[in-house]
């Protein structure tokens, strides 16, 4: 009989899957923070952020809430995955908003040096 099929050892590892999951993503709420910072401080719009990739991250957080709101109904994944989805909103919705102040910044400059010609 193979290990993982015994009842007892498979309640011990799902219990072992639930766990690393729980601290795995509780971790990575605090991962979230130095790319926060660093989007919030750059001054060149962002622009080594993917918005595709957060902006895709975003879409699977939200999808996730669903799920865990309608499919597996339950409350820890539903929260763990609001966090993350907050977590992603966040770095997207500031990169977004750098990335429309450096383009503006650099549409007043070039408007600038065509009005000193």
Not at 84 to 100: D, K, Y
Request: proline share 3%.
């Amino acid at each position: 009989m193979h290990p993982v099929s015994m009842p007892m050892q498979e309640g011990a590892l799902l219990s072992l899957i639930a766990w690393t999951y729980l601290l795995t993503n509780a971790v990575r709420v605090f991962t979230y923070m130095p790319q926060i910072v660093a989007v919030w401080r750059s001054d060149d719009g962002a622009r080594s952020v993917s918005l595709l990739t957060w902006g895709s991250w975003v879409l699977s957080q939200f999808t996730a809430v669903i799920y865990g709101l309608m499919v597996v109904v339950d409350g820890f994944f539903v929260a763990i995955s609001i966090v993350n989805l907050v977590g992603c909103g966040a770095v997207t919705v500031i990169a977004m908003r750098r990335r429309s102040q450096w383009k503006r910044a650099l549409d007043a400059a070039g408007g600038a040096r065509l009005q000193a010609r």
